[in-house]
């Protein structure tokens, strides 16, 4: 019988969120390869969403509208999947990896007896069966995993593990659906929000970004760098544990527990490469790096690399472009 | 307040990728050389409880679900001066997923008492998964917040600041609650006193079997596992496209990756 695929999508006042695309590349490729359709789902978002969503090459595009669902509260969030998911029992339903998602799944699972496999980066098809693949270990190694038993099968995907331009457009877009909803309990009353860089800058905005690690060593040693990103008109993030020793502030972490960036330019100074903090950063157009450790993990996703002592080629490239201005 | 909080301990995820090594046989990291210690999440929950019951008043009790080994993790606890210390001794707990976990957890915490936080840390340094903190939630049927990285008392319960995609979200929520806490630059894990070390190995630690909280049941134990079978572990393979740029001295090289991080840089005006 042909599978039916669920994609959630997130939004934000009308915005999709960029990796709701590239969870409708990943369920796309999953209809593909188990043989099935796939669905989106948009919680709340207008017609113009709906239609923005319409254009892939999907089954329908399910829309849950309530005044319930505008802002996200898990409990409502929960309810109007809940009930549809129990109702239509689809196969699969995929989720973009968020800071969202990561609220509210756990318990959309439970409630309606769903497997969740967290922060797939691929999946395939062995025998009947379908395989997911996910790093563990920090990426030091990557397992393969399979899921027990019947029923529907929850999974979020990694942020840049499906890129976004392999999601197919629709010739015919995909028909909008109202969702049935029952009661819908917003559980949370939010009394405020504050936007990451209200205060500075939105890294996840920046065309350049000077990454800064732990190779930096303190931060009286700061000063090169920033001098680099203001010549390069760049923005400064930095690995964790730059964050945890309190040389930046928190909302200047990149990772997998930090902003997930996707600059035309990124420059790692002194970041190892761990794959935490990879995650975060992968989808920028160009990564280049200056390490001491011609084998540190960064030079394998990096274009360009400089290898030595960043307290002495920083202020050099400083000069260097300085002279070049 | 009475608070309670979870933690994990792990292979060190610090360890370089080369001195790593897997068992294929028994789909497993083989531990080697690597030191174990505990999550660094479940690390940043505990001094957000200090912090709190600094605050606030309560008590703080830690629970693992592990082997021997972890009572040091809880001996870490103890000396960082959490109050109360109870271990779920299993042989198994390494390969327990997380439903299984929660369920371990939830088991010992209802036998351990009553608290108005139960925290948890966002995901393990290990496995990464991140869903032990909703399933315990679920598991106690109480509320779950994920990704706190402030919370105080207020007159009607407890004010949260979660991370979100875009920020941060305030809200106010009346306990009981489960919440998973994040890294924040308020919330680095203090560094025990060895005196308060040394202390901490003669303080009560309780012990707890599968047997003790009725889940000796093999069906319900960890190693039968709940909703994954781990079908492979490998390491992945690099590729190295990277080009190092070279020169006969420094300064040819810095010019000449000036000059194609210039060109990069360039083509964003
Ligand atoms: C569950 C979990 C979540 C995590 N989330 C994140 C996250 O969101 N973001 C994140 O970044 N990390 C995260 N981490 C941490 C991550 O695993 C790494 O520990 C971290 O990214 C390493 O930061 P780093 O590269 O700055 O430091 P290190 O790994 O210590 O690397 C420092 C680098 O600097 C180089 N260096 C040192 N001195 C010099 C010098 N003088 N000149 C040039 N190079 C030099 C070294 O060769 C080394 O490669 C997470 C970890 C866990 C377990």
Redesign the interface.
């Known amino acids: 019988m042909a599978k039916s695929i669920w994609i959630v999508m997130q939004q934000r006042e009308g915005k999709l969120h960029r990796m709701s695309r590239e969870a409708i590349a990943a369920g796309q490729q999953l209809a593909a390869m188990v043989g099935g359709t796939a669905s989106a789902v948009l919680i709340a978002g207008d017609d113009a969403l709906a239609a923005e969503v319409a254009a892939y090459e999907l089954e329908a595009v399910k829309v849950a509208a309530s005044p319930a669902l505008v802002d996200y509260t898990p409990g409502a969030f929960v309810g109007a999947l809940g009930s549809a998911i129990a109702a239509e029992r689809p196969d699969y339903v995929l989720f973009p990896h968020t800071y969202q998602s990561v609220d509210f799944v756990p318990r959309l699972s439970q409630e309606v007896g769903a497997a969740l496999v967290p922060e797939t980066i691929s999946f395939e098809m062995v025998g009947d069966e379908v395989i997911w693949k996910r790093p563990i270990l920090g990426g030091k190694l990557q397992s393969r995993v399979r899921v027990k038993g019947e029923g529907t099968v929850f999974a979020t995907l990694q942020s840049g593990a499906f890129p976004v331009d392999s999601a197919a457009a629709a010739t015919t877009p995909a028909a909008v659906q109202a969702m049935a909803l029952g009661d819908l309990v917003a559980d949370r009353e939010i009394l405020g929000v504050e936007q990451a860089g209200d205060d500075e800058v939105d890294l996840t905005k920046a065309d350049i970004i000077v990454g800064v690690g732990r190779g930096v060593g303190g931060p009286d040693k700061l000063g090169p760098l920033e001098e680099l990103a203001e010549r390069l008109g760049a923005d400064i993030g930095a690995s964790r544990p730059v964050i945890d020793n309190g040389w930046l502030p928190r909302d200047r972490q990149i990772g997998s527990s930090g902003q997930t960036v996707a600059p035309k330019l990124y420059l790692a100074v002194g970041i190892s490469g761990a794959i935490q903090h990879q995650v975060g950063m992968k989808g920028s157009s160009c990564v280049v790096a200056i390490n001491k450790d011609k084998s540190a993990p960064i030079f394998g996703i990096s274009q360009y690399g400089l290898v030595g002592d960043l307290h002495e080629l920083v202020p050099a490239l400083n000069a260097a472009l300085a002279e070049s201005e | 307040m009475n608070i309670l909080v979870c933690l994990k301990q792990i ?1 060190d ?1 610090d ?1 370089p ?1 080369r001195d ?1 090594r ?1 068992d294929p046989e028994r789909r497993e ?1 083989v531990r080697g050389s690597a030191d174990l210690v505990t999550n660094i ?1 479940c690390e940043n929950a505990l001094e957000t409880a200090l912090q709190l019951r600094s605050t606030s008043g309560g008590t703080i009790t830690v629970l693992s679900h592990g082997s021997e080994d972890t009572e040091d993790v809880l001996r870490k606890a103890l000396a960082m001066k959490a109050d109360e210390a109870a271990l779920v001794l299993d042989q198994d707990a390494e390969r327990a997923d ?1 439903l299984q976990a929660a369920r371990v957890l939830a088991a010992a915490i209802r036998k351990l008492g009553s608290f108005d936080v139960i925290m948890v840390g ?2 393990s ?7 032990t ?3 315990l ?2 598991e106690l049927g109480l ?5 706190v ?1 402030q919370l105080e008392v207020d007159e009607r319960g407890l ?1 949260i600041q ?12 009346t306990p009981p609650v489960v919440i998973s806490i ?4 308020n919330n ?1 894990p203090r560094i025990p006193k060895t005196r308060d070390v040394m202390k901490s190995y003669r303080k009560p630690l309780t012990t707890l079997s599968l047997a003790d909280l009725s889940l000796e049941d093999p069906s319900l134990s960890p190693a039968a ?12 393979e ?8 070279e020169g006969d001295n ?2 040819q ?3 000449a ?6 060109d ?2 360039d ?3």
Do not use: H, M
């Open positions: 292979l995820p360890i990728a790593f897997i990291a999440f997380p966002r995901e340094g290990d496995w990464g998964i991140g869903q903190g909703g399933l939630a679920e509320p779950f917040i994920a990704l990285e004010r979660r991370q979100t995609d875009t920020g941060t979200e305030i809200f106010e929520v994040t890294n924040s630059e680095l596992g709940s909703y994954y079978r781990l079908a492979e572990i490998s390491i992945p690099k590729e190295i496209r990277c080009e190092l740029v420094l300064e090289r810095i010019d990756f000036a000059r194609r991080v210039a990069i840089a083509t964003t005006r």
